[in-house]
């Protein structure tokens, strides 16, 4: 069974920064195209930033030059570290995990979602 648990989320000033984990299980984690998403209240979810097997990386606009995803195969866990977060940042930020990584940005293309850890960005 596909498990997916985040953590590192919070509150923190606008400027700040945060680091977000994703430890995986129930699967060979270096396989699989990993990714962020997120959801703010009334908004649908967005693409926040995928990682291939490779280490090929991609990112939606709004977080480009800000985020960087990463992760770490022997430790079986994903990363999102965060920095000069915005209010509009403020979201549900989940965990989600896909045999490719063929379009990043749907949300539809990975079957593996975590329950997702919240961000809230004041001004």
């Known amino acids: 069974q596909v498990q997916l648990v985040e953590s590192g989320g919070g509150s923190v000033q606008a400027g700040g920064s945060l680091r977000l984990s994703c430890v995986v299980s129930?699967?060979?984690?270096?396989?699989?195209?990993m990714g962020w998403f997120r959801q703010a209240p009334g908004k649908g979810q967005e693409g926040v930033a995928s990682?291939?097997?490779?280490?090929?990386?991609t990112y939606g606009d709004s977080v480009k030059g800000r985020f960087i995803i990463s992760r770490d195969n022997a430790k079986n866990t994903l990363y999102l570290q965060m920095s000069s977060l915005k209010p509009e940042d403020t979201a549900l930020y989940y965990c989600?995990?896909?045999?490719?990584?063929?379009?990043?940005?749907?949300?539809?293309?990975?079957?593996?979602w975590g329950q997702g850890t919240q961000v809230t960005v004041s001004s």
């Open positions: 989600v995990a896909s045999h490719y990584c063929r379009v990043p940005s749907d949300a539809a293309e990975f079957p593996y």
């Open positions: 129930g699967y060979m984690f270096s396989t699989y195209c």
């Open positions: 990682i291939d097997v490779h280490g090929t990386t």
